[in-house]
């Protein structure tokens, strides 16, 4: 599975930004997607997952009530609409697939978007 983001960029604190992740490929194993993001010099950090099938969600505390993930299974997409983002969201955000195929896991992650948000 190959997977592109879009939709960083330059913000202001309290604007909204919508990220999407297209998946493209053996896109029938993915059972679950997501996105972490990661500031240099700091670890990746978890933000969102999502299971397209059954809608299931889980969000990192410092994004409860401000982001929400979604995905568009017929498009392939997966979305975080970010909202009142906070200086604090920026970072290189990417989004991960994970896919279940001949009894083995397998993850696939895209290449990144930047999101930078000003004060």
């Known amino acids: 599975v190959q997977l592109v983001e879009s939709g960083g960029g330059l913000v202001q604190a309290g604007d909204s930004l919508r990220l999407s992740c297209a998946a493209s490929?053996?896109?029938?194993?993915?059972?679950?997607m997501g996105w972490y993001r990661q500031v240099p010099g700091k670890e990746r950090e978890f933000v969102a997952f999502?299971?397209?099938?059954?809608?299931?969600?889980d969000y990192a505390d410092f994004v409860k009530g401000r982001f929400t993930i979604s995905t568009d299974n017929a498009k392939n997409t997966m979305y975080l609409q970010m909202n009142i983002l906070k200086p604090e969201d920026t970072a290189v955000y990417h989004c991960?697939?994970?896919?279940?195929?001949?009894?083995?896991?397998?993850?696939?992650w895209g290449q990144g978007t930047q999101v930078t948000v000003s004060s």
């Open positions: 490929g053996s896109t029938f194993s993915i059972v679950a």
């Open positions: 991960y697939a994970e896919m279940y195929y001949s009894g083995t896991y397998y993850k696939s």
């Open positions: 999502i299971t397209p099938e059954a809608g299931s969600t």
